[in-house]
T-cell receptor, first 117, second 111 residues
Framework: GAVVSQHPSWVICKSGTSVKIECRSL??????MFWYRQFPKQSLMLMAT?????????EQGVEKDKFLINHASLTLSTLTVTSAHPEDSSFYIC?????????????FGPGTRLLVL | DQQVKQNSPSLSVQEGRISILNCDYT??????FLWYKKYPAEGPTFLIS?????DKNEDGRFTVFLNKSAKHLSLHIVPSQPGDSAVYFC??????????FGTGTSLTVIP
């Protein structure tokens, strides 16, 4: 159990376009979902924390208008990279904390690789 | 297919003693490992890393050991402090289109 999926797994887009990444908890409801990005050989960096039905909390240095996060239900959060540029190319990972049970457990999605040309 | 496993979901240690958190992996191609620490209601933050060309990396109270033949790594915290109580994740670097993360070990340091 406790599976988190991400879609798409990889995406290539032109500079200036917007890209939406979905994060779904498949067999549990998630109170909180987290979004991260990771550059090659670097550590995971938290971008934002989203709670269902409320606005996301962004980490310092992360542009809210650039990375739009929507957490419309207990099983789905989306990250939209608006007007993507080559420097946004990265690996984006989401994670979800369950509504019930041990709430500090965090289940990670497989990640989405974004390449902006 | 879980390529990184942390078989101990929880660990309790007395303050001042050593905490040892273990992680096993299956893919011998992994050349770099990272440990993350996560406090309640927060996302993981990077703690320490180790390259496969080394078998030990030390940073203050934190030391990570890598045993490539056993495909095993461990994080030692000494001396353990109550503020170290958190969930610890091990992870190899992302390879290709996949990202792997251990399931985490919840450490409780008892004052």
């Amino acid at each position: 159990g406790a599976v988190v999926s991400q879609h798409p797994s990889w995406v290539i887009c032109k500079s200036g376009t917007s890209v939406k990444i979905e994060c779904r908890s498949l067999d549990f409801q998630a109170t909180t979902m987290f979004w991260y990005r990771q550059f090659p050989k670097q550590s995971l960096m938290l971008m934002a924390t989203s709670n269902e039905g409320s606005k996301a909390t962004y980490e310092q240095g992360v542009e809210k208008d650039k990375f739009l996060i929507n957490h419309a239900s207990l099983t789905l959060s989306t990250l939209t990279v608006t007007s993507a540029h080559p420097e946004d190319s990265s690996f984006y990972i989401c994670s979800a904390s369950p509504l019930t049970g041990y709430q500090e457990t965090q289940y990670f999605g497989p990640g989405t690789r974004l390449l902006v040309l | 297919d879980q390529q990184v496993k942390q078989n101990s979901p929880s660990l309790s240690v007395q303050e001042g003693r050593i905490s040892i958190l273990n992680c096993d992996y299956t893919n011998s191609m992994f050349d770099y490992f990272l440990w993350y620490k996560k406090y309640p209601a927060e996302g993981p933050t990077f703690l320490i890393s180790i390259s496969s060309i080394k078998d030990k990396n030390e940073d203050g109270r934190f030391t990570v050991f890598l045993n490539k033949s056993a495909k095993h790594l461990s994080l030692h915290i000494v001396p353990s402090q109550p503020g170290d109580s958190a969930v610890y994740f091990c992870a190899p670097p992302n390879t290709g289109n996949q990202f792997y993360f251990g399931t985490g070990t919840s450490l409780t340091v008892i004052p």
